[in-house]
Structures are given as C-alpha cells and as structure tokens.
C-alpha cells in the first residue's frame, strides 16, 4: 500500500481481477480525501472523492473506502482491465490544505 | 473542450537562465496553482492564486515566482535556475468545488 509521502510500491493485477489500493493517510482532521489516476506522459486524472462523513462512495467500477478509525482509505477497481495502468495516488485534505501521496504504480497483466 | 494547458511539454536550459512556463485554462476558475513532482514524493504545492491578483506561497516556493494578471493565466516562473529544480511540473485549477483539473505536465531539466 502507499504512505503519503514516500516510496512507490507497485501492485501487478491480473486483467478482470479486482483491484485494490491502499493509502494511509497522517492528520486525523483531514475532512476530504481524492483519489487521482496518473498515466504515463499525463497529467492527474480525477476518480473519485469522499468526504469524511461517509465511509464509502461508489463510482463507475470504483469504490473508495475511508476508515477514520485507522486513518485508512483504499480504492477499488473492478474487474481491472488493461487501460486501468496507471499511478493512482490519493490526496487529503486537512486545515484547509490538500497533500499528496506519492502513489501506487498498477500493472495489469493479461 | 474544458482543460488546463501548459507550455512547453518539454523543456532542457542551463543554470542562471530565467524561463518562464505557461498556464492557461478556459474553465473561467478562479482557482489555480503550481506543482512539482520528484520521484518517490507526493506533488508539492509551488504556488498558488485564490483569484486575480492574489498569489500566495505553498510548500516549496523558493526560487520560483508566479503572476496572476488575468483569470484564465498563472505563468510559472524561474528567475535564476538551478539544477535542484529539475523537475515535473504541473499547473492545475478548480473552480467552486475541490476537484482539481491538471496539466499535462512540463518536464524541465536544468544543466
């Protein structure tokens, strides 16, 4: 999983497999936290959002989760598929302020 | 199409030779900022402007100044380089809400 602000692990997934990623995040009064997609030669991609009042948010084929409680927040992908590669990395927002992971590079094999 | 564009992609200078990176986007957000990204680190935030004419400092700002004269522009810009600010870097703006829109990025490499 990724710890905002050092290394960058890699997960490898099996084409149709589910996806899960994993961030943990530092400041216990974060009240929004992002999950962006980063391809290679782009930009950051928006996925998905949640704020801390909910503890699950579904998009299409995504699903973040938030655990206050062990300041813990994954990203699900269904049935993963070839265009899912990428650096997916969350963000958190905490006193006004936005602070970024560092990532987690996803291979997905056929 | 609704997107932030930056100038140039790529970009290799030598030490001392002031450049300048645009950034424009066409959203008509009043929110922009500045980010690099270094292997193994999470983006830092460079610069920021909450509006026209307001810019204010965010995690990393030395050696970098930015300028916010019209809404829709927040050029980057390096007075003095050095080598320590090869880097990734990303523009990025959002409008009422807090999803940010970025850039394709600039690769800058100083000599």
């Known amino acids: 999983g990724e710890s905002v602000g050092l290394h960058l692990p890699t997960l490898s997934v099996q084409e149709g497999d589910n996806s899960i990623i994993n961030c943990a995040y530092s400041n216990s009064a974060s009240d929004y936290f992002i999950w962006y997609k980063q391809e290679s030669g782009k930009g950051p991609q928006f996925i998905i959002d949640?704020?801390?009042?909910?503890d699950k948010r579904q998009g299409q084929r995504v699903t973040v989760l938030l655990n206050k409680t062990v300041k813990h927040l994954s990203l699900q992908i269904a049935a993963t598929q070839p265009g899912d590669s990428a650096v997916y990395f969350c963000?958190?927002?905490?006193?006004?302020?936005?602070?970024f992971g560092a990532g987690t590079q996803v291979v997905v094999t056929p | 199409e609704a997107q932030v564009t930056q100038n140039p992609r790529y970009l290799i200078t030598v030490t001392g030779k002031k450049l300048t990176v645009t950034c424009s986007q066409n959203?008509?957000?009043?929110?922009m900022s500045w980010y690099r990204q270094d292997p193994g680190l999470g983006l830092r935030q460079i610069y920021y402007?909450?509006?026209?004419?307001?810019?204010d400092k965010g995690d990393v700002p030395e050696g970098y100044k930015v300028s916010r004269k019209e809404k829709r522009n927040f050029p980057l810009i390096l007075e003095s380089p050095s080598p320590n600010q090869t880097s990734l870097y990303f523009c990025?703006?959002?409008?009422?809400?807090?999803?940010?829109?970025f850039g394709s990025g600039t690769q800058l490499s100083v000599l």
């Open positions: 963000a958190e927002r905490g006193w006004g302020k936005l602070q």
């Open positions: 990025a703006s959002r409008g009422l809400g807090e999803k940010l829109f």
């Open positions: 402007s909450m509006n026209v004419e307001v810019t």
């Open positions: 949640i704020r801390s009042n909910m």
């Open positions: 959203m008509n957000h009043e929110y």
